[in-house]
């Protein structure tokens, strides 16, 4: 099943190349662990554009929540600025 998920950083705020760099390695992490395939993807300075494959039996709303959570949680970690 494919989809085309966007999500928004947090309060609208723009995202330096730091930033970037981390998001797409915690992503790919990520998808490994959840067998989910990423088609392609685009990180602007304040959305994230992901096109996706995954099986049927993962439910989209569970892997996107599970992403940004991971996201969220590496970056705040790693920039504590």
């Not at 947090?10 to 995202?15: D, E, F, L, P, T």
């Not at 981390?22 to 554009?49: F, K, M, Q, W």
């Not at 993962?58 to 600025?81: D, H, M, P, W």
Request: aromatic letters at 8%.
């Amino acid at each position: 099943m494919e989809c085309h998920v966007v999500f928004c950083v947090r309060y609208g705020r723009s995202v330096n190349g730091n930033i970037v760099e981390r998001c797409i390695e915690v992503i790919r992490t990520v998808r490994l662990a959840n067998y989910v395939n990423i088609i392609s993807g685009n990180i602007s300075p304040d959305h994230v554009h992901m096109l996706s494959s995954m099986p049927p039996y993962l439910l989209i709303s569970r892997t996107v929540q599970y992403i940004k959570g991971e996201v969220a949680g590496n970056c705040k970690v790693s920039f504590r600025n």
